[in-house]
């Protein structure tokens, strides 16, 4: 397993969560209502599978190591990377706390809704295209080998637990769960994607 790779591959599984996110926003703009169910197993999906997995490990075991880097470039980009991902774990507090509201009908919870949504997948999607094409591309060149090594072994293992095996597990289903949803909603309301 290539560490970089790994990551990269867990983007892709992102990206298609916020596919979703962005037919929902889509509907929300032209004043239809997804159902709530769809919004709280998205957040789930974003806080367990984005924040708590995926952003864990670019944060305590990659970040962590290129920190003994001091490079300043490294250190600037790293810092920005992870402004963006409190910003999106700020989104994501937005999105959970106005549900509640959302499923009353309340137009002020769903302009809440509306906000925390817009801010999530505009951010993560430059945050991801940034890491792909430009943060790993650095972080793979001024990685030695051995400590590739280390990152490598540091990944197996977390990997290996057993809770993340299952949280991986659970959360792919729910990202299939969000799909059926939000298509689901899309044919009885005639919308295209
Ligand atoms: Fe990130
Ligand atoms: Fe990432």
Known sequence: MNVLKELIREHTHILQGIQYLEMARSALENNLSPPAAFFHTAALFFSNYADQLHHFKEEYLLFSLLAAKKGGKIDLEMGALRHQHELNRRSIKKIKSSLNGYEADNEISTTALLE??????????????????????????????????????????????????????????????????????????????
């Open 116 to 193: 925390g949504l817009a801010a999530y997948i505009s951010i993560l999607k430059r945050h991801i295209n940034r890491e792909d094409q430009f943060f790993f591309p650095m972080a793979e060149s001024e990685l030695s080998d051995s400590e590739k090594e280390l990152l490598h072994t540091r990944f197996l293992e977390e990997a290996s637990g057993s809770n993340t095996k299952q949280l991986i597990a659970g959360n792919l289903d729910r990202l299939k769960e969000m799909k059926k949803l939000i298509s689901n909603f899309y044919s009885h309301h005639d919308l295209e994607n």
